[in-house]
């Protein structure tokens, strides 16, 4: 790993994008949750020029193999993603009445925001994103791969197109996802 940690280098090539939420805390368990990333990802492939060639959302990260049209960097439209998302999540959590563990996940996020100064008041998402630019075919493919088994090892699916949250259906049944992808 380069002395600077993983680093988007080379804004308009695809890379592999891993980011989770503080202290890995699983909420996207319940659809509104979830359903707020997706709107977000939509925006940003409609206004920001996010390609998404491969993505799932797991119950406390999500995992994307993307790139940008050109309009924005990949960093960009990054930040602004979690930026959005973060913000959204947390007042959807505040303002859940049947969010059981609502007290408990936003000490969470407030004291992770307490550590970090580039927060005000609360942190959702872990900082980094770990990118990783794949340079070939066989890294594309052993990352789809991984990414669509996400559900499959964590028992939540048999079979990997099965999982709603994932691009797996486009790519292994000739389905239609729950966001426009970019094939590769």
Known sequence: MPTGGYQIRDQYAIHFLTFAVVEWLDVFTRKEYIDIVLDSLRHCQKEKGLKIHAW???????HMIAS?????TLSDILRDLKKYTSSQVIK??????RESRRNWMLWIFKSAGAKNTRNDHYQFWQQDNHPEECFSTAML?????????NPLRAGFVRNEWDYMYSSAIDYYC??????EIDFL
């Open 174 to 179: 000739d389905g239609k996802g729950l966001l």
């Open 56 to 62: 799932c959302i797991m119950t406390n990260h999500v």
């Open 141 to 149: 493919e052993s990352k789809m791969k991984y990414i669509h088994e």
């Open 92 to 97: 959807a959590i505040e303002d859940n009445p």
């Open 68 to 72: 940008s049209d050109g309009r924005h």
